[in-house]
Nanobody, 122 residues
Framework: QVQLVESGGGLVQAGGSLRLSCAAS????????MGWFRQAPGKERDFVAS????????YYAGSVKGRFTLSRDNAKNTVYLQMNSLKPEDTAVYYC???????????????WGQGTQVTVSS
């Protein structure tokens, strides 16, 4: 189990950019695959992106590929989600999550942050 806390959410105009951060506690951060999910009101929580333990491999949902970039700094126990060319449909609560295995399903992630709101205005 690892404790996660997200930051960086806010209000941005369509076409703008936002950078989310997820800080993790513990010494085993590098042993976790890290992911981001998002959930809009009345919708299921959807996969956004994930990154391997070393940061060498990333995976993106088709809806964000080419616009979002996921990275990690294991020395700082932090992952980052750079979001560019934001669209109103990106509006959601964004959650950071950790998994001990390669996964894109919500159920496969063991630890979750509290979420941070991202609102994109038109």
């Amino acid at each position: 189990q690892v404790q996660l806390v997200e930051s960086g959410g806010g209000l941005v105009q369509a076409g703008g950019s936002l950078r989310l951060s997820c800080a993790a506690s513990g010494r085993t951060f590098s042993g976790y695959v890290m992911g981001w999910f998002r959930q809009a009101p009345g919708k299921e929580r959807d996969f956004v992106a994930s990154i391997s333990r070393s940061g060498g491999s990333t995976y993106y949902a088709g809806s964000v590929k080419g616009r979002f970039t996921l990275s990690r700094d294991n020395a700082k126990n932090t992952v980052y989600l750079q979001m560019n060319s934001l669209k109103p449909e990106d509006t959601a609560v964004y959650y950071c999550a950790a998994s001990k295995v390669v996964a894109i399903r919500s159920a496969d992630f063991d630890s979750w942050g509290q979420g941070t709101q991202v609102t994109v205005s038109s």
